[in-house]
Nanobody, 127 residues
Framework: HVQLVESGGGSVQAGGSLTLSCVAS??????????MAWFRQVPGREREGVAA???????VYAEFARGRFTISQDAATDTVYLQMNSLKPEDTAMYYC????????????????????WGQGTQVTVS
């Protein structure tokens, strides 16, 4: 059973930066292809994909994230990061980490239906 725990959210002024972390546990040895992603959700709106990275290390970004956000992973610690720079008030949301147990590419990697495992979320507020 995979568990995901996010951290790093908080309040920041516009133009500032935050780095979110997500630690995965319950990962079995010999883990095959996978994809880990960050999503975000504002109350009253659908959850949207932000960025994803697969076992091949190739990142996928939503258009709004490209150039400002960077997703990375540390396979040794089963941790995925989201470095967010030049934050805007419209980036305010609950950010969720998610994991799929197969490789995903392109737009598929940002589709929430592809991800069976989710963290509880970490709030990011930009003012």
């Amino acid at each position: 059973h995979v568990q995901l725990v996010e951290s790093g959210g908080g309040s920041v002024q516009a133009g500032g930066s935050l780095t979110l972390s997500c630690v995965a546990s319950g990962i079995y040895a010999g883990r095959g292809a996978y994809c880990m992603a960050w999503f975000r959700q504002v109350p009253g709106r659908e959850r949207e994909g932000v960025a994803a990275i697969g076992s091949d290390g190739r990142p996928v970004y939503a258009e709004f994230a490209r150039g400002r956000f960077t997703i990375s992973q540390d396979a040794a610690t089963d941790t995925v990061y989201l470095q967010m720079n030049s934050l805007k008030p419209e980036d305010t949301a609950m950010y969720y980490c998610a994991e799929a147990v197969r490789g995903l590419v392109g737009a598929q990697a940002l589709g929430e239906r592809e991800y069976p495992y989710w963290g509880q979320g970490t709030q990011v507020t930009v003012s």
